[in-house]
C-alpha cells in the first residue's frame, strides 16, 4: 500500500476548502463501491501510486483571525471562504491552525521562520501548498525558503514568482527537493478555453483581428486581483502563448470586478474578432461560468501527488508532468512536449511504493 500524502498548507482559502471537502466526496464515493476509473472530474486518478482521497492534511499557516488558532477542520469552512458546503461528512482534522509569516518576520533566521520550519518537520509534511493571495512575493519567498529548509516540497499555486526563480530552483534541486510552479492552469479555465479556439482561427486560416477575455467573481481571489492583477495577466498571457499562439491582440482583464452574490462562482467573457475569405468579419463571443475554486482543486490534487511522488524518488527541482497543469511552468512551456510530460508521469508511476 502506498502511505498517504502528508500535506501542508499556506493560505487556507477557497483552494483547500474545495480540496478539503472534494478529497472526502471522493473518499465517500469510493466507500459507495464506485471504482476510480468511474469517478467524475478527475483527470487522473492514481499518480505516484496516490489516489485522490489519499491525503492527509498535518499543518497549516494562516494570518486571518478567523483561522489561526483554530482547528484545521473549523479554519477551512470560515469566513471570507466561501466555497460552497458539499454533501459529505467532513472528518475531524484537530490540529490547531498555526500564525503564518508576516512581511517584518520573514527573514530566515527569525523567530516565525525557525517556528515554521519545525513545525513542517514535526508533522512530517511532504509537500507544503503555497495558496496565498497573488501579489505577495515576499510571503513567496518567506514560505519556499522555509519549506526548503524543512526538505518539503513546495507547490506555488498564484502567478508570483516561485518555480521561475532559477535561484530558488537550482538551490531546491541541489537538495533534492521537488519545486513546483507556477500558476494553477485551471481544470477547465479560461486560458484552456481562449488558447483552445485561438489555436482553432489559426488552423482554419481566420486572421485575428483582436481578442478579449474579461474574468469577474465574488470571492477574495476576485477582490484581490481587481488591484494586483499584473502579475496573474502575464501568466495568463504564458497560457495562451503555449502552443505558438500569437498574443499581440489580445487583452486580459484577470479580474474585471468583483461581484459578491456570485460567491465562488467565476464568469468569463470570451470575444475573438476575426477576418475570414476575401477580408469578411467572423465574430465569436462565448460566456464560461464555473465554480472558481474546483477548478483549482481539479489541478492541485495532481500537482500536490506529482510533488510527493518526485520526492519519493529524490527527484529535485521541477517535474516535467506538473506542465499542463501549470501557466506559467520553470523553464516555459515550449520545453516540455508530450513526450517527456508522459515519460514524467511514468517515471512518477514507477516510484517503489512506500
Ligand atoms: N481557479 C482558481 O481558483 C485559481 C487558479 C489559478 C490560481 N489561483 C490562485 O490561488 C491562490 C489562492 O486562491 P484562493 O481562492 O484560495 O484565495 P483566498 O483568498 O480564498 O485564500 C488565500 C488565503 O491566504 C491567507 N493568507 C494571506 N496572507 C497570508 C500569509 N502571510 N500567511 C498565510 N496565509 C495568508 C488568507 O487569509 C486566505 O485565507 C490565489 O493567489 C489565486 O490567484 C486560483
Redesign the pocket.
Same mark, same amino acid.
Given at each position: 500500500m502506498t502511505a498517504r500524502l502528508r500535506l501542508a498548507i &499556506?493560505? #487556507?482559502?477557497?483552494? @483547500?476548502? &474545495?480540496l478539503f471537502q472534494g478529497a472526502e466526496y471522493y473518499r465517500k464515493l469510493t466507500l459507495q463501491g464506485v471504482a476510480e476509473a468511474d469517478f467524475v472530474g478527475i483527470t487522473r486518478p492514481r499518480i505516484g501510486g496516490l489516489g485522490v482521497s489519499d491525503l492527509d492534511f498535518v499543518a497549516a499557516?494562516? @494570518?486571518?483571525p478567523n483561522?489561526v488558532g483554530k482547528p484545521f477542520d473549523n479554519a477551512v469552512l470560515a469566513d471570507?471562504? *466561501?466555497?460552497p458546503i458539499l454533501d459529505v461528512t467532513l472528518p475531524k482534522v484537530d490540529f490547531i491552525v498555526d500564525e503564518?509569516?508576516?512581511?517584518e518576520d520573514?527573514e530566515p533566521g527569525s523567530a516565525r521562520f525557525k517556528a515554521i520550519v519545525s513545525r513542517l518537520r514535526e508533522a512530517k509534511a511532504e509537500v507544503l501548498l503555497?495558496? =496565498?493571495?497573488?501579489? =505577495?512575493q515576499w $510571503?513567496l519567498d $518567506?514560505?519556499a525558503r522555509a519549506s526548503l529548509e524543512a526538505g518539503v516540497a513546495f507547490v506555488n499555486?498564484?502567478?508570483?514568482i516561485g518555480a521561475r526563480s532559477p535561484e530558488l530552483l537550482a538551490a531546491y534541486e541541489k537538495a533534492a527537493v521537488p519545486l513546483i510552479g507556477d500558476?494553477? $492552469?485551471?481544470?477547465l479555465?479560461t486560458s484552456v478555453v481562449h488558447r483552445t479556439l485561438l489555436g482553432l482561427l489559426s488552423e482554419r486560416g481566420i486572421t485575428l483581428a483582436s481578442s478579449y477575455q474579461l474574468n469577474f467573481g465574488g470571492?477574495?481571489?476576485f477582490?484581490? =486581483?481587481r488591484d494586483h492583477g499584473a502579475n496573474?495577466r502575464d501568466s495568463k498571457i504564458n497560457a495562451l502563448a503555449q502552443d505558438g499562439v500569437d498574443t499581440s491582440n489580445v487583452e486580459i482583464i484577470?479580474s474585471a470586478g468583483y461581484v459578491p452574490h456570485l460567491k465562488?462562482s467565476?464568469v468569463a467573457m470570451l470575444n475573438l474578432e476575426g477576418l475570414g475569405w476575401a477580408g469578411t468579419p467572423v465574430s465569436l463571443d462565448l460566456k464560461l461560468k #464555473?465554480q472558481?475554486?474546483? *477548478? &483549482? $482543486?481539479g #489541478?492541485i490534487i495532481d500537482l500536490v501527488r506529482i510533488a510527493a511522488a518526485a520526492r519519493r524518488a529524490r527527484l529535485g527541482g521541477f517535474s516535467a508532468a506538473a506542465t499542463r497543469r501549470l501557466?506559467s511552468p520553470a523553464g516555459g512551456h515550449p520545453k516540455f512536449t508530450p513526450e517527456i510530460i508522459e515519460n514524467s508521469f511514468n517515471q512518477l508511476d514507477a516510484t517503489p511504493v512506500r
Open positions: &499556506a493560505g #487556507v482559502g477557497n483552494n @483547500i476548502s &474545495a499557516f494562516e @494570518i486571518h483561522k471570507p471562504n *466561501n466555497y503564518g509569516f508576516t512581511k520573514s503555497y495558496s =496565498l493571495p497573488t501579489g =505577495l $510571503a $518567506a514560505y499555486c498564484t502567478p508570483d500558476d494553477l $492552469a485551471s481544470h479555465g470571492n477574495e481571489d477582490r484581490n =486581483l496573474k484577470p465562488d467565476k #464555473v472558481d475554486s474546483s *477548478n &483549482a $482543486a #489541478v501557466k
